[in-house]
Each structure stands twice: as structure tokens, then as C-alpha cells.
Nanobody, 115 residues
Framework: QVQLVESGGGLVQPGGSLRLSCAAS????????MGWYRQAPGKEREFVAT???????NYTDSVKGRFTISRDNAKNTVFLQMNSLKPEDTAVYTC?????????WGQGTLVTVSS
């Protein structure tokens, strides 16, 4: 079992920045991909960004150029630097980790972009 704990959410004005962190624990196995998903009010959860253990990265189109995902493999931690935030980025951001055929989820952290 893998436990994921997110931090860094909060309220920010449009154009501002936030940095999310997600620390994984509870596994003796290497974590393959780690990533972020988000769910806005009244919408389905959507993919935001992912990074593999080897450093391959993918972003959803709407965050390219504004969000940066990074990872500390030694600490099993993934980060999401979010810049130039927009009101439409408001959502619960949830961390995901893949270990072999298994997928684990955090509890989520709320990001609210509002003036």
C-alpha cells in the first residue's frame, strides 16, 4: 500500500503562483509514474501532468507553459509549480502514483483562484 500526502493548496489571485507537493510512503518498490489530476466543481476529474521515474513528462494542453512538474526520486516526492494561475484552474488537485499495475491516490488539496 502506498500513502500519498499532498500539500500546498490554497487561495491565490489570478496571475499568482502556488507550489503543490506530494510525498509518497509505504512502498519498498520503485514508483513508476507520479502525477497530478484535478477535479473542478461540477466536472469530471481530468489529467494535469505526469512524470516518470526516468523524467519523461506530459502535460494537458491547458497548463503547458504555466505549470511545471518535477520529482525527487530519493524522497518519493512530486511537485507541481503552478504559475499564471487562472480562475479556471480552480479545482481539487489529487496526486497519483503508479507502482507496477497498481495506482494509488492522495486525498487531494484545494486550489482556489479568485480575486
Amino acid at each position: 500500500q502506498v500513502q500519498l500526502v499532498e500539500s500546498g493548496g490554497g487561495l491565490v489571485q489570478p496571475g499568482g503562483s502556488l507550489r503543490l507537493s506530494c510525498a509518497a510512503s509505504g512502498t519498498w518498490f520503485s514508483i513508476d509514474a507520479m502525477g497530478w489530476y484535478r477535479q473542478a466543481p461540477g466536472k469530471e476529474r481530468e489529467f494535469v501532468a505526469t512524470i516518470t521515474r526516468g523524467g519523461s513528462i506530459n502535460y494537458t494542453d491547458s497548463v503547458k507553459g504555466r505549470f511545471t512538474i518535477s520529482r525527487d526520486n530519493a524522497k518519493n516526492t512530486v511537485f507541481l509549480q503552478m504559475n499564471s494561475l487562472k480562475p479556471e484552474d480552480t479545482a481539487v488537485y489529487t496526486c497519483n502514483a503508479k507502482v507496477g499495475a497498481y495506482s494509488f491516490w492522495g486525498q487531494g488539496t484545494l486550489v482556489t483562484v479568485s480575486s
